[in-house]
């Protein structure tokens, strides 16, 4: 049985079913160190504004150690938010096979990765991109020191087609990198909640023939939540609405300029579990985020795992992937509010009918994009 170390910062719903995944193969015995320590599995979210408690059993069905984290200010939000003195022995006593390493941006993750260089097999997990690449001076620095961080790296595991590609930009060759696609729990959010979704659309005020266009996410500037509203009420149809569910720094900004507008709703940040009723009350899903660092975009295999289709701007780095023009839905230029409306109005010429039929297309490609195809490839090459 081969052993397999993981290292990631804290626990979330996009990783610990993976593990629990892995967990269960025969061949495979993993153990994962959460580097954040104590008090990651509930802590403040700065987006969302408030501490954020998921409703999902994140640490059940695999091994675990909340590793001691020393930072006097811990944390993702910076290089020096996780400093683990102990880590490199712990693993050393634990004696894998292989190192899996989410992330290198931090200064534990990096020890890891240059002292367990030629030592043990290190594999990566990251889904950076080169949509937000700008050529300067920093960015020449940038590549010198990325080509040196991934020649410590045995393979990665990329997401997507622009996450191999930043791969080959700093370094990686195709022999090192395999194919594991991005995925959340689309069993979850595929299970039928219509009746639910059903009072929800009653609740805010949506006729059944209405067409909801929904954005689910923190308000922040990156995610570009006005561009999403200026294109909407220059729409001016009676029969579409715009629903705004999350928290976040734009929030009440995002309330002030939509005052008065009736086809306008908002909720508030919605917990794993009401998800799935949320998206399913939708009929488009919208995605306009302008970056930086909008790397994937997990909310769009969300809403494609309830049958919708996507409207996502070209600085998402899943639409590539998962959004087809005009069969699931559409891209638009991030940052251009004219494209945003045209592709918008594309889509609602569609009417409730022809939006239906785009979404069934959206859950048949998301079928390829699963939980267990990435454990299933990730487990393969550990073992093998």
Same mark, same amino acid.
């Given at each position: 049985?081969?052993?397999?170390?993981?290292?990631?910062?804290?626990?979330?719903?996009?990783?610990?079913?993976?593990?629990?995944?892995?967990?269960?193969?025969?061949?495979?015995?993993?153990?994962?160190?959460?580097?954040?320590?104590?008090?990651?599995?509930?802590?403040?979210?700065?987006?969302?504004?408030?501490?954020?408690?998921?409703?999902?059993?994140?640490?059940?069905?695999?091994?675990?150690?909340?590793?001691?984290?020393?930072?006097?200010?811990?944390?993702?939000?910076?290089?020096?938010?996780?400093?683990?003195?102990?880590?490199? !022995?712990?693993?050393?006593?634990?004696?894998?096979?292989?190192?899996?390493?989410?992330?290198?941006?931090?200064?534990?993750?990096?020890?890891?990765?240059?002292?367990?260089?030629?030592?043990?097999?290190?594999?990566?997990?990251?889904?950076?991109?080169?949509?937000?690449?700008?050529?300067?001076?920093?960015?020449?620095?940038?590549?010198?020191?990325?080509?040196?961080?991934?020649?410590?790296?045995?393979?990665?595991?990329?997401?997507?087609?622009?996450?191999?590609?930043?791969?080959?930009?700093?370094?990686?060759?195709?022999?090192?990198?395999?194919?594991?696609?991005?995925?959340?729990?689309?069993?979850?959010?595929?299970?039928?909640?219509?009746?639910?979704?059903?009072?929800?659309?009653?609740?805010?005020?949506?006729?059944?023939?209405?067409?909801?266009?929904?954005?689910?996410?923190?308000?922040?500037?990156?995610?570009?939540?006005?561009?999403?509203?200026?294109?909407?009420?220059?729409?001016?149809?009676? !029969?579409?609405?715009?629903?705004?569910?999350?928290?976040?720094?734009?929030? !009440?900004?995002?309330?002030?300029?939509?005052?008065?507008?009736?086809?306008?709703?908002?909720?508030?940040?919605?917990?794993?579990?009401?998800?799935?009723?949320?998206?399913?009350?939708?009929?488009?899903?919208?995605?306009?985020?302008?970056?930086?660092?909008?790397?994937?975009?997990?909310?769009?295999?969300?809403?494609?795992?309830?049958?919708?289709?996507?409207?996502?701007?070209?600085?998402?780095?899943?639409?590539?992937?998962?959004?087809?023009?005009?069969?699931?839905?559409?891209?638009?230029?991030?940052?251009?509010?004219?494209?945003?409306?045209?592709?918008?109005?594309?889509?609602?010429? +569609?009417?409730?009918?022809?939006? +239906?039929?785009?979404?069934?297309?959206?859950?048949?490609?998301?079928?390829?994009?699963?939980?267990?195809?990435?454990?299933?490839?990730?487990? !393969?090459?550990?073992?093998?």
């Amino acid at each position: 049985m081969k052993r397999l170390a993981i290292i990631t910062t804290h626990p979330i719903q996009y990783y610990a079913p993976v593990f629990k995944l892995l967990s269960n193969n025969k061949n495979l015995n993993i153990k994962v160190y959460y580097t954040w320590g104590e008090g990651s599995l509930n802590k403040f979210d700065p987006g969302f504004k408030q501490k954020i408690e998921w409703d999902l059993p994140l640490l059940e069905g695999y091994q675990y150690n909340m590793v001691l984290n020393v930072s006097k200010n811990p944390g993702t939000h910076r290089f020096s938010g996780i400093v683990n003195p102990t880590l490199i !022995n712990d693993i050393k006593l634990w004696k894998p096979d292989a190192i899996l390493i989410y992330g290198w941006g931090f200064s534990s993750h990096l020890k890891i990765i240059r002292h367990f260089h030629n030592k043990v097999p290190i594999y990566f997990r990251g889904d950076s991109t080169l949509i937000d690449s700008q050529s300067d001076f920093k960015s020449v620095l940038k590549t010198v020191l990325l080509k040196w961080i991934y020649n410590h790296i045995d393979f990665a595991f990329f997401v997507g087609t622009n996450n191999k590609a930043y791969f080959k930009k700093y370094g990686l060759k195709e022999k090192q990198l395999i194919f594991a696609p991005h995925a959340i729990d689309n069993e979850r959010f595929s299970i039928n909640r219509k009746q639910e979704a059903a009072q929800l659309r009653n609740k805010i005020g949506i006729q059944e023939n209405d067409i909801l266009i929904l954005f689910a996410g923190k308000l922040e500037a990156k995610k570009a939540p006005l561009d999403l509203f200026e294109a909407f009420i220059a729409l001016k149809k009676k !029969n579409v609405h715009l629903l705004f569910v999350g928290n976040g720094i734009l929030e !009440n900004r995002v309330k002030d300029v939509s005052s008065g507008y009736e086809n306008l709703h908002f909720l508030d940040f919605q917990n794993q579990s009401y998800m799935p009723v949320v998206y399913q009350a939708c009929d488009i899903f919208c995605l306009p985020s302008i970056g930086p660092n909008e790397t994937w975009g997990l909310a769009i295999n969300e809403a494609m795992a309830c049958g919708k289709p996507i409207l996502a701007s070209d600085k998402v780095g899943g639409a590539v992937d998962l959004v087809i023009p005009a069969v699931n839905g559409e891209i638009f230029k991030a940052g251009v509010v004219e494209d945003l409306k045209e592709k918008l109005e594309l889509l609602l010429e +569609k009417e409730k009918e022809g939006l +239906k039929i785009m979404g069934e297309s959206s859950k048949k490609i998301i079928e390829q994009w699963h939980f267990k195809i990435q454990a299933n490839i990730i487990a !393969n090459c550990i073992i093998n």
